[in-house]
């Protein structure tokens, strides 16, 4: 069982960053493909970014591409979302996941077999 929290979520203005962590208790993280998606009000959750094992390989969604680095050390097993020029839009619970196995380039929940509770971040206009 992988038990993940993230942190660093809070109410910054636009074109503000944020960093967020995502702590996991796992031995193996470094096994362990890790991902960001968020979930804004009345929306599906949606993909972000994410990273693979060995943290070669870094994929990212379109709309976050240039402003947000997704980023891992596995001596802590922990797995950050450096976000920069944040946008109203960007106003969202933040989750973390984890993924079993191989690296896949994909932005599918389904996908992820761990996932955290979130944390918020608010980015007002």
């Known amino acids: 069982q992988v038990q993940l929290v993230e942190s660093g979520g809070g109410l910054v203005q636009a074109g503000a960053s944020l960093s967020l962590s995502c702590a996991a208790s796992v031995r193996t993280f470094s096994s362990y493909t890790m991902g960001w998606f968020r979930q804004a009000p009345g929306k599906e959750r949606e993909f972000v970014a994410a990273i693979s094992s060995s943290a070669i390989s870094t994929y990212y969604a379109d709309s976050v591409k240039g402003r947000f680095t997704i980023s891992r050390d596995n001596a802590k097993n922990t797995v950050y979302l450096q976000m920069n020029s944040l946008k109203p839009e960007d106003t969202a619970a933040y989750f973390c996941?984890?993924?079993?196995?191989?690296?896949?380039?994909?932005?599918?929940?389904?996908?992820?077999?761990?996932w955290g509770q979130g944390t918020q971040v608010t980015v007002s206009s």
């Open positions: 996941a984890a993924r079993r196995g191989t690296w896949l380039r994909t932005s599918r929940q389904q996908a992820y077999d761990y």
